[in-house]
T-cell receptor, first 115, second 113 residues
Framework: AQKITQTQPGMFVQEKEAVTLDCTYD???????LFWYKQPSSGEMIFLIY??????QNATEGRYSLNFQKARKSANLVISASQLGDSAMYFC????????????FGKGNQVVVIP | EAGVVQSPRYKIIEKKQPVAFWCNPI?????LYWYLQNLGQGPELLIR????????DSQLPKDRFSAERLKGVDSTLKIQPAELGDSAVYLC???????????FGPGTRLTVL
């Protein structure tokens, strides 16, 4: 079974608008971590934001925020005030359990920001 | 602070040839990971090192893939012999002990002809 599901088709976003990228996950472990990475065409995976399963508040990092809905097993990424440089693939990933640093990645969401 | 360094960035070889990729993690990061990323997919873990010990290599195809991290710092991933299906991006990542976040290098794009 897939651990991380990202099913949105490629998205076009107007510059300065917000965009939400969907991510659902599957785990029975009470302790886990959720990550979002950005991969521009250059290929490097850039860490954006992290949410722990026990964190009470939704994580935020600058223009990035994570809409964490534990009961729905959902960890959507919100990018506010989109910029042209936000055009990239975005990957959601999960680490299950403690002391196990293996990340399971989704297939990614393509975002293109248009002026 | 320098990020994860990988070389080469691109490699084109013929099938059945050997190939090696090198990775230097962020200074002080004791955990090092090698991932494989096929086109249109997310990365998949091949092997994880804690210092010089391979603690998770269950996904490494050991018939043709090998890796080493002799002094607990930089690492080499080798494929011998390469097959057409090995064409992919090989990503290296590192993290601090006890910290979840992994930081990735730019990857090596391998093309096997």
């Amino acid at each position: 079974a897939q651990k991380i599901t990202q099913t949105q088709p490629g998205m076009f976003v107007q510059e300065k608008e917000a965009v939400t990228l969907d991510c659902t996950y599957d785990t029975s472990d009470p302790s886990y971590g959720l990550f979002w990475y950005k991969q521009p065409s250059s290929g490097e995976m850039i860490f954006l934001i992290y949410q722990g399963s026990y964190d009470q508040q939704n994580a935020t990092e600058g223009r990035y925020s994570l809409n964490f809905q534990k009961a729905r097993k959902s960890a959507n990424l919100v990018i506010s005030a989109s910029q042209l440089g936000d055009s990239a693939m975005y990957f959601c990933a999960m680490r299950e359990g403690d002391g196990n640093n293996r990340l399971a990645f989704g297939k990614g969401n393509q975002v293109v920001v248009i002026p | 602070e320098a990020g994860v360094v990988q070389s080469p960035r691109y490699k084109i070889i013929e099938k059945k040839q050997p190939v090696a990729f090198w990775c230097n993690p962020i200074s002080g990061h004791n955990t090092l990971y090698w991932y494989l990323q096929n086109l249109g997919q997310g990365p998949e873990l091949l092997i994880r090192y804690e210092n010089e010990e391979a603690v998770d290599d269950s996904q490494l195809p050991k018939d043709r893939f090998s890796a080493e991290r002799l002094k607990g710092v930089d690492s080499t991933l080798k494929i011998q012999p390469a097959e057409l299906g090995d064409s992919a991006v090989y990503l290296c990542a590192s993290s601090l002990e006890g910290v979840d976040t992994q930081y990735f290098g730019p990857g090596t794009r391998l093309t096997v002809l």
